[in-house]
């Protein structure tokens, strides 16, 4: 059983910033990456930015130079720091994890979710 922990959103005026952490735990034996989607009201979900466990990184288009991810001081726990924030950056954030437990299995896991709101 895994548990993701988000924290972090709320509401904030464009050009404000936020910072989301997601904490994963539980029976976890490796985990290959962690990330951030996003979904607006309409939209697919889709890739904010995620962190590999070798520390590649990958960004949205939209969201590069603006968004940093970072592995936090504690144990599988990564830091989502948005700068410059835009209205079209409100949308519901999710955390996800891949990971591999003791069995060898590679599991995708996902938060439930934390909304962040830019207003103009």
């Known amino acids: 059983q895994v548990q993701l922990v988000e924290s972090g959103g709320g509401l904030v005026q464009a050009g404000g910033s936020l910072r989301l952490s997601c904490a994963a735990s539980?029976?976890?034996?490796?985990?290959?990456?962690m990330g951030w989607y996003r979904q607006a009201p309409g939209k697919q979900r889709e890739l904010v930015a995620a962190?590999?466990?070798?520390?590649?990184?990958n960004y949205a288009d939209s969201v590069k130079g603006r968004f940093t991810i970072s592995r936090a001081n504690a144990k599988n726990t990564v830091d989502l720091q948005m700068n410059s924030l835009k209205p079209e950056d409100t949308a519901v954030y999710y955390c996800?994890?891949?990971?591999?437990?003791?069995?060898?299995?590679?599991?995708?896991?996902w938060g439930q979710g934390t909304q962040v709101t830019v207003s103009s």
């Open positions: 539980g029976s976890i034996f490796s985990i290959n990456a």
């Open positions: 962190l590999t466990s070798g520390g590649n990184t």
């Open positions: 996800n994890v891949k990971y591999r437990s003791s069995n060898g299995y590679l599991y995708d896991y």
